[in-house]
């Protein structure tokens, strides 16, 4: 309903902006003589028109696909001191461990991060996701190309949505497309047909639905965006775990997405 309201809203406001354009028009006294001029003027303003509904439009899709639990777990990490994991960025002689930043920077595929129950795995996890420095050591990977980050983590004490497949579908193309709306309609054309129809789409969110709409993601032509997912205590996943191994195998086969 509230989503409804905004969209009248913003619909309302944009024929008001047209109101005032016409408005101002008319208290110019301008001569509208030369029809090619008024064509113009009249296409420019449906642009104007069609750019904010299909804006709105937007808002409204990712708002269907967030859910309210999604960033729960991430909030209840402890935020680290800065200088607690520097160490992941500045690789040491005879290191027990791959190159972090060597990763970010050149290589494809899966980094795997291990440790014992309590040591800090998680604090770990969303340092790297937040901080700067992960960003810029992937753009030498990203090139021209735009970076997408994104970020899961399972909750095995939260609701089943925080340590499903579903749950990790939903959020991992939510923060995507935020940052990528154009993708919208090419990840999910056959829904976002009725957005553009009907103004929204209330059907539930299907596993088969949100798997296709992930491999059109990370399965671009390569000149649409490069993507790196965190992906934090994958342990807590409530499902069949070969169906997820193989989902990841699958995604990080691409050279345009790698995986922490």
């Not at 290589?107 to 991060?113: D, F, I, S």
């Not at 919208?184 to 976002?192: A, L």
């Amino acid at each position: 309903t509230n989503i409804n309201k905004e969209l009248t809203q913003m619909r309302d406001d944009s024929k008001k902006s047209q109101r005032e354009v016409l408005n101002a028009i008319k208290d110019h006294q301008w001569q509208g003589s030369n029809r090619d001029h008024i064509a113009m003027f009249s296409l420019s303003l449906d642009h104007v028109v069609e750019e904010e509904r299909f804006a709105a439009l937007q808002e409204i899709f990712l708002h269907r696909l967030s859910f309210l639990t999604m960033s729960d777990r991430k909030d209840e990490i402890a935020d680290a001191h800065k200088a607690t994991f520097d160490w992941i960025y500045t690789p040491i002689e005879d290191q027990p461990w791959d190159n972090f930043t060597d990763w970010l920077q050149q290589r494809n595929g899966l980094y795997w991060v291990t440790g014992k129950a309590g040591s800090g795995k998680s604090t770990l996890m969303k340092y790297i996701c937040q901080n700067q420095a992960t960003r810029k050591h992937l753009q030498p990977w990203a090139g021209e190309l735009p970076l997408i980050t994104a970020s899961y983590y399972f909750w095995n004490s939260g609701t089943p949505m925080q340590k499903s497949q579903i749950g990790l579908l939903q959020s991992l193309l939510y923060e995507s497309l935020s940052q990528c709306q154009a993708l919208i309609p090419q990840i999910f054309p056959y829904r976002w047909r009725s957005y553009d129809t009907f103004g929204d789409d209330l059907r539930p969110w299907t596993r088969t639905e949100l798997m296709q709409g992930f491999d059109r993601l990370v399965s671009q032509d390569g000149t649409s965006a490069k993507f790196c997912f965190f992906i934090d205590r994958l342990d807590e996943f409530d499902g069949d775990h070969g169906e997820i191994v193989n989902l990841f195998e699958r995604v990080v086969s691409s050279s345009t997405v790698k995986i922490c």
